[in-house]
């Protein structure tokens, strides 16, 4: 969390009658050298004889049992460890000793020896520490500057496997190391700046419980030692609702960043009013307890969208702007953050004349940036958004525009058959398919489709999405046969690209099926629609059984198409019986053809797949 607590820099207690653990620089070395000396054997591991690998493995800090169980291997053997993440597992050997043993293996796979240099792995920052936890434990120094300089090592390009195999080997030690830290046992404030500390760094693990029992021992602790609204208690709560968001307790995250904040508020005002401006008139150095108030209101107006409570969520995304602009200005990055998060906000609520106020305020700021020299691409999601609520307020002109707008900085920028154009031009074709423009929003779909298909895949899932964009453009304006014949052909070509990469049993492919098999209907190929609306089903039942509420709402778009076939009356009926039978209906109401179309008309059926076509009227995705 952003909102950390401030603490004081005593470290963690070392347990009684042991001097603290630290990993110096000559530590670290040992363990280097270490390393290679254990990697006896010559040539590449694949080679390794029985002999070569029983000797690697004696040189090892291993279980005896571990050897045991690894006697008789070759080096091949070793090498699947790398490869295949449960291959230690079939020789029993799993958990923490599984890591270890991975950890040797790769370290002397990825050596200077290796004839074939390895393609890095991208290990990131945060995969090896907390973005805030070992910048708060003293007694980790030493391990912090390990990981820093793991990071530093890995963000050049030209860095060796065997410099990263061996960081990681030693950040995740490390890591554990921390993590298994005795909890202290007094209550003081040196203990709860301990707690939390190791709370982040479990949090940070994964162990989320364990973190939220420390958080609430170190928030008793302060509670009773600090004066009320102290900002460390107020971190403290702030902490411990992001980790109750990672529980799903979201509304007591809620009333805990609601605490926090409310101590915030008060400390802030007291620290604003004992401020004293520059005398040159220039802006006064940020409050630490202002910023750290402007951070928890963002967290908590995030978590307030997540519960749908947008009204209460824009007046905070207000405060924290106001908050933010007042310690850092009013042309802050983080500043128009803040205003674009309430804009965004504002636009759920449906307002989106004040959306476009507020975007046009953060365009402007980031406009005049750009005139003092820090020109890019600064601008381009400000515009994106800004022509999204333009879009929704009928002023189609005015959104394409914008649009443009962006395309052209990411053209200068980036250059004319850049990735990252595609986007903008499938959201341009639809602004241009709104105002009636087909031919231009046909030309900006295949633009976009030439892009995907040459940076990425002719089979990739984006491409599948394109066609089927182009494809319902296509089928809504159609001049002629031939219009008619090209969207049917780029709806199957959607549909076998989703099931070519997903399966036939997935959400996707269903969808893409359905998108297929309405297009089908409207025009006028009922037969094949009823063969799509079948595989749609055959779809439906692989992903979510043949019980499912969607494959009800499937099955019901299939007996229309039979009914459109003609001739099919009976197996209409019968399709639509069992249809009423998932959704729990009565079958007596469908005895005759009339009584088939009154169920048809009062169907259920919002499916929640997803869909990239919705034919007008039509409420679920499969509804056809």
Partial sequence: MGCGASVPETGVPAPANKSPSKLTAENVASVERAEEAARTPRGRMEDWTEQDTAAWLASLP????????LQGCKGTDLVRFDKEPNAASKFDITGERAEKLVDHVRAALYSASSPVPRPSRGISHGSLASKHSFKRVAAAADELDVMKRTTSEQRRAALHDQAVSKRRSIGRQLSKRASGIRAPVSDDLDSASTLTNMAAILHEQGNVQRALEMYERALGIRERLLPADHEDTAATLVDMAAVLQDLDARSRALGLY???????????????????????GARRPALPVGLALATALAEMAALQCELAQHAAAVRTYERCAQVRGAELGPAHEHTLLALSDAAETYRELGDASTAKDLHLQVLAAQEAAEEDGDAGLVAAPTLFKLSQVLHDLKEYDAAIETVERVLALKVDVLGPDHVDLETTLRQLARYYADAGARDKALECYERALGIQEAAKDPEHVDCAVTKADMGELLLASAGGDEDVARALGLFEEAAQIKEDAFGLADAETAAALADHARALGRAGQHGAAVERWERCVEALEGKYGGSHGEVATALHSLSRALQAVGGQDDRALQVAKRALLIEGRAISKISSLRGLNAVHATASGALSIPTSVTEAGEGSAVAG
């Fill in 62 to 69: 291993l279980d005896d049992d571990v050897r045991a169980k």
């Fill in 258 to 280: 609601q605490r926090g904040v409310a101590m915030y508020e008060k400390r802030y005002g007291e620290a604003a009013a004992a401020a004293q401006a520059p005398p040159d």
